[in-house]
């Protein structure tokens, strides 16, 4: 999937907005490709998969385009 970077919090999270859909995804540092989340930037295009966990869905395996 295809989204960008919406809000990034000094605490290692952020949320995607993905394309046709209401609701903004949660990611964590920890679930980032081939970027440090310090590299990242409010407004950049991101790919992604979702996964699950114990708080609902959330994006993995994020990498910036």
Do not use: C, W, Y
Not at 15 to 36: N, P, W
Not at 40 to 56: A, N, P, Q, T
Request: hydrophobic residues 35%; aromatic residues 10%.
């Amino acid at each position: 999937m295809i989204g960008t970077i919406k809000t990034l919090t000094d605490r290692g999270f952020g949320f995607i907005a993905r394309e046709g859909e209401a609701k903004d995804l949660f990611f964590h540092s920890k679930d980032l490709v081939g970027v440090t989340f310090d590299e990242l930037r409010v407004g950049d295009s991101v790919s992604f998969e979702i996964g699950e966990s114990d708080k609902g869905p959330n994006a993995v395996q994020v990498t910036r385009q």
